[in-house]
């Protein structure tokens, strides 16, 4: 199903340079199997950035926010320091980092909502919340009434869905708070058309995929507390049962996971200095010692993470040998589709959905976490090419397969925290 409501030229509004994105990718459909994918239009070379996009919509994880991983209310950049942010998931109060000009974050930049008091890393991000979605969504001085609508939906929600985290309830409340708030309310509804849609069964697996066994009884409570929050009679159709759950689904399979981390940020920049071999040496000990402390003390989590709608981004299908991959280096929302090998002129952009340990497993193992995860079944040249392989999983991958099935979001964080 491939909904034409959008103009393409749109697919590259979110992009920074929309022209320039424009005449080195485009978007075609493909089959009804497929939808649609992006191609290129001149050659892209190995490391190159194809694009840069921000999302539609995003918003950081319910229980990544509870755990005190502090980000900013609209890009999710991180608001502590790098070294705060070491000194936290390392347990060591008085840790001083070396280099701290590598740090991005400003502190004096941050702001609070007037009314709400949820922090935003600059003004520019306080106002293009408020212009988007934040009117509708303010708490003013309800932020701690249990008894809130708003407060109701997101409590559901961690009851439902916990760590690790791949959605949020808080995607879809921003979705609907933007087109309430927008004049052009059709504009937005078309771009959200735009993203992959499922049949009823897929979307009842998608639910049971995000929320467990009961989650016909958790659909209809979470829909209850959507609706008396956020109900708008032109919208009326997202909150009928059906409408509601299409909307969990488009949330459930476009999602992006989003992982940002001033931290990381200080150790790339770090990693780019031009140093004396003494110096270099005792930083990178530094750094090694430093993410085995955080590694005994947190464990995996060592992001802000959150998840996204990203337009042009959500074009891109799958493969097993994927040539681009998505990350986030800017310690924000923006995501930067970089090319991981040579890309010829026609040639289809391809990203994993899957992360590196998954990828390397047999071919039966990977349409499993697919089909679980994504509703299809891989053909990609790897896929193919195995084709012939009996239908089995292997041993230790029978093991450990037990709570696997992790979706973008996760993989995400792996990548982002392999620094």
């Not at 755990?67 to 209310?73: D, F, H, P, Q, V």
């Amino acid at each position: 199903y491939f909904n034409m409501a959008a103009p393409i030229g749109d697919m590259f509004s979110f992009c920074a340079d929309p022209g320039k994105v424009g005449s080195s990718v485009e978007v075609r459909f493909i089959d009804k199997v497929k939808g649609k994918g992006l191609f290129a239009k001149k050659a892209i070379r190995k490391g190159e950035t194809i694009f840069v996009e921000r999302p539609l919509v995003s918003a950081q994880f319910l229980w990544n926010a509870l755990y005190k991983y502090r980000a900013c209310e609209h890009c999710l950049r991180s608001l502590e320091t790098a070294e705060e942010n070491a000194r936290r998931l390392s347990g060591k109060a008085g840790l001083m980092l070396p280099y701290p000009e590598q740090c991005r974050v400003r502190l004096d930049l941050q702001q609070a909502c007037p009314h709400c008091q949820v922090m935003y890393c600059s003004t520019e991000c306080r106002k293009a919340a408020f212009e988007q979605y934040h009117q509708v969504l303010c708490l003013g001085p309800s932020r701690d009434d249990q008894e809130h609508p708003l407060n109701k939906v997101q409590e559901a929600w961690r009851n439902m869905h916990y760590p690790p985290e791949t959605s949020s309830i808080m995607l879809m409340a921003r979705m609907v708070a933007t087109v309430k708030q927008a004049r052009d309310k059709g504009h937005w509804q078309s771009l959200f058309s735009q993203f992959c849609s499922r049949t009823a069964n897929e979307e009842d697996e998608i639910a049971h995929k995000l929320l467990g066994e009961k989650f016909q009884g958790q659909l209809a409570l979470l829909r209850n507390h959507f609706t008396t929050a956020l109900y708008d009679e032109r919208l009326s159709k997202w909150f009928t049962p059906e409408g509601f759950r299409s909307l969990f689904a488009l949330v459930g399979t476009n999602g992006q996971g989003i992982g940002t981390s001033s931290l990381s940020q200080w150790v790339h920049g770090c990693d780019a200095l031009e140093l004396p071999a003494q110096q270099r040496e005792q930083l990178d000990a530094f750094i090694d010692q430093l993410y085995k402390d955080i590694e005994r003390e947190t464990g995996d989590f060592l992001n802000c993470e959150g998840s996204g709608l990203f337009l042009l981004q959500s074009s891109c299908n799958h493969s097993c040998l994927p040539n681009a991959e998505a990350s986030f280096p800017d310690n924000n929302y923006l995501l930067h589709m970089t090319a991981l090998s040579d890309i010829a002129p026609g040639e289809e952009i391809s990203i994993s959905y899957l992360d590196c340990c998954q990828r390397d497993r047999s071919r039966h193992s990977r349409h499993k976490i697919l089909r679980e995860n994504y509703l299809f079944v891989c053909s990609c040249p790897k896929c193919l090419s195995q084709a012939d392989e009996l239908d089995v999983t292997s041993e230790e991958e029978e093991e450990e397969g037990e709570g696997e099935g992790e979706t973008e979001g996760d993989d995400l964080e792996d990548e982002m925290t392999d620094v």
